[in-house]
């Protein structure tokens, strides 16, 4: 057995998970596949994000886009969102924003928008106004107000739902048949949709909750009115490899070509402008623990992907790109090193202790082999 397979076998003994499927990669190709349910589906939420972005960096690289432009001139309708400005009583008061949100802040989560698990005031906002969750999957829903003037934060929230409505508009396609005709048809991403067919379905993994009996149902909504690149992705492991080994090889997967060399490097550079990432504090604990990877390491932004600034000791290097799903699926792409790997399991809270602990011990035996 390797150190890999025994990482992920005394996890399961030991509890910290029900289940859970792993792969690695290099340049060559996969190098670590886990013992068994590779053909699992998951409910992939923020790992959407990813594609999201690469989607943006698609009519970029065709200079269709671009990162400086405000989201107001593409979207209209942005320029309506205000910025909560405080609360008299329980009511908000609200502001214009002293800054315009560009395609750039989208991507790096510098918009000013943020989810309301772990922004108190944003559950605060959503009671008074009604406002629908993101997960409704209602346009209206994406108008989640902004808790701080566009690039001044880091801020975790809908941003890359926002950003695949920009390539909706410069495109003219819908983003789920965009994404199936310029991404994963051209990777071969079989099993990845945004509406999970018959045999996706029956390979769909049972989400289990820590400290609580029995599976439960949560997933991105079916027919929704606007498909959330933020979240709305189903997937498996060998497919997430396909994109994370394109990235890995510059663009490039077995003869076919998503972006230029030139795009890649773009996509996988830090676009923070001086902002660092900001720890995720947690508003709903049985949803999410805190978020904070690496704390002792800096962190940015990348037009995709959480970037680590600096080595992690036989672990990543730095330049990684690094996120997750909400039901802890989680990956790294590390191009100094050229590897990649995911770790997904369907479990909350998100990033768990016991959980992060599995994905460290995982992370450090990818690297000793």
């Not at 593409?74 to 908000?92: A, H, N, S, Y």
Request: proline content about 7%.
């Amino acid at each position: 057995m390797s150190q890999m397979d025994d990482v992920l076998s005394r996890a399961v003994a030991d509890g910290d998970v029900t289940f859970v499927v792993a792969m690695a990669a290099n340049t060559d190709g996969i190098t670590y596949s886990g013992a068994a349910g590779e053909d699992t589906v998951f409910r992939i939420f923020s790992m959407t994000k990813g594609i999201g972005s690469l989607a943006a960096m698609i009519a970029i690289d065709r200079g269709k886009l671009d990162v400086n432009t405000p989201v107001a001139e593409i979207l209209p309708e942005f320029g309506d969102i205000q910025v909560i400005d405080r609360f008299e009583g329980d009511q908000p008061v609200m502001r214009a924003p002293k800054t315009q949100a560009t395609i750039r802040h989208l991507a790096t989560h510098t918009s000013g928008l943020e989810y309301e698990f772990w922004n108190a005031e944003m559950p605060r906002y959503m009671e008074a106004t009604g406002h629908p969750s993101v997960l409704s999957g209602t346009k209206a829903s994406l108008s989640y107000p902004m808790i701080t003037d566009p690039g001044t934060r880091w801020g975790y929230g809908p941003s890359i739902d926002w950003l695949g409505q920009v390539v909706e508009k410069i495109d003219g396609r819908r983003i789920d048949q965009y994404c199936q005709e310029e991404i994963f048809d051209p990777l071969g991403m079989t099993s990845t949709a945004f509406k999970p067919s018959a045999d996706m379905t029956a390979r769909l993994a049972d989400i289990g909750a820590r400290g609580k009996f029995g599976p439960f149902e949560l997933a991105p909504p079916p027919n929704p009115e606007v498909y959330g690149m933020g979240h709305a992705l189903y997937s498996c492991a060998p497919d997430y490899m396909r994109f994370l080994r394109m990235m890995l090889n510059g663009g490039e997967l077995d003869g076919t070509r998503l972006l230029s060399e030139g795009a890649v490097g773009t996509m996988m550079s830090d676009h923070m402008d001086g902002l660092e990432f900001q720890k995720m504090v947690t508003v709903a604990p049985p949803v999410t623990a805190d978020c904070d990877p690496f704390p002792e390491t800096r962190r940015t932004h990348s037009f995709g992907f959480l970037r680590f600034e600096e080595d992690v000791p036989g672990m990543r290097s730095a330049g990684t790109q690094s996120w997750a799903g909400v039901l802890n699926t989680h990956y790294w792409l590390d191009p100094h090193k050229g590897v990649a790997a995911v770790i997904m399991t369907q479990s909350l809270p998100f990033v768990e202790p016991r959980f992060m602990q599995v994905y460290a011990d995982y992370e450090r035996a990818v690297y000793a082999a």
